[in-house]
């Protein structure tokens, strides 16, 4: 029997499906931040913000730069963990409306990266006011516990789609974690392996991956070449890669 596992949020909550198909699985939803707020206090928030753009393949935070805040006013965005080698890890994925932060409350030390996939658009706000006013506002702590919670599923997801996902979803999100990772370097959102290095990566064999990757091509998500997979629309890519939940 498959179960079915939901967030359950506060009455008022607000999701988006910016940039979903009208088939994407519910758990693609995200929260809208600031329509968890009244007018009042999302103008409170937004003292003090200002719109920043971020190019398709920057870096629009690095480890050990002050703490950061930034609401998603368009793009795509991914969140990874790095090392010195020049390992990553994707954590997790963020989309239009919603809230990023890095260091607002007390965390572990580690090295976060913030990566735009596609062209984003972000309004970082003042931390230090964030800081202040979650300290003093019911509303606004309840909101930021909620974008914490949204954030806390969407990374589990991302565990389940690694180890138990279908074949398609775990291809879907190693091309999408190689292509993102060469993207930094190249600009580009490539991947450079043959199917025999991609099956061997995600636990399966040759035959069954070219026949996902296939279906992939088929529905211009990628294109193929020797030892070359080009991902076409990444936000597609995306929501296949991160839909296990709904399974």
Sequence with gaps: MTR????????????????????????SDCVDFLSL????????????????TSPAGSTAYLPD??????????????????????????????????????GLVRRPAINLYVQAVTDADLTTLDVGLLRMIVARDIEVSRALLINFSTLLAHSTRII?????????????????????????VSGRLVVRASQQQLADSIGSVREV????????????????APNVVRVLDVERLEEIATQFSAN
């Design 209 to 224: 991956v070219s026949r996902s990757l296939g279906k992939l091509r088929d529905d211009k998500i990628v294109a193929t």
């Design 4 to 27: 079915k596992y939901h967030l359950i949020l506060p009455l008022g909550v607000r999701f988006s499906r910016v940039g979903m198909s009208d088939t994407a699985p519910a758990a």
């Design 160 to 184: 389940a789609v690694r180890s138990l996902g279908d074949i398609t979803v775990r291809l879907a999100f190693d091309l999408l974690d190689r292509a993102c990772s060469h993207q930094l």
């Design 65 to 102: 730069a002050p703490d950061y805040a930034a609401i998603i006013n368009s793009g795509l965005v991914r969140v990874f963990i790095g090392d010195e080698g020049g390992r990553q890890a994707t954590a997790f994925y963020r989309h239009r409306g919603e809230l990023l932060t890095v």
């Design 37 to 52: 707020l009244e007018e009042g206090k999302r103008r409170e928030v937004l003292a003090g913000s200002r719109r920043v």
